[in-house]
């Protein structure tokens, strides 16, 4: 049985730096896509970041150049490092892992950014 385990979250201050990873425990095989989404109070789950199999990456427009998402393909494990954090950022954290025929969640992690 495969299961996605993210760690890394907690309590930042703005400006400060966090980086969140998500590996995934059980056979797992073709994963062309890996992501990472965010849900806070009140709103929709949102995609933050993704990147494929082949390296290619995407980011929100609410989180390019400050977030960088990357990859270790032989660990199965996906890192999202998130650099001048704001209050904004707060949520909850979720990876995804996309393969043939489905998708896998991860449970979520708590980012807070506040003084």
């Known amino acids: 049985q495969v299961q996605l385990v993210e760690s890394g979250g907690g309590l930042v201050q703005p400006g400060g730096s966090l980086r969140l990873a998500c590996a995934a425990s059980?056979?797992?095989?073709?994963?062309?896509?890996m992501g990472w989404y965010r849900q806070a109070p009140g709103k929709q789950r949102e995609l933050v970041a993704a990147?494929?199999?082949?390296?290619?990456?995407n980011y929100a427009d609410s989180v390019k150049g400050r977030f960088a998402i990357s990859r270790d393909n032989a660990k199965n494990t996906v890192y999202l490092q998130m650099n001048s954090l704001k209050p904004e950022d707060t949520a909850v954290y979720y990876c995804?892992?996309?393969?043939?025929?489905?998708?896998?969640w991860g449970q979520g992690t708590q980012v807070t950014v506040s003084s």
């Open positions: 995804k892992f996309s393969t043939v025929p489905r998708e896998y």
């Open positions: 059980g056979s797992i095989f073709s994963i062309y896509r």
């Open positions: 990147i494929t199999s082949g390296g290619g990456t």
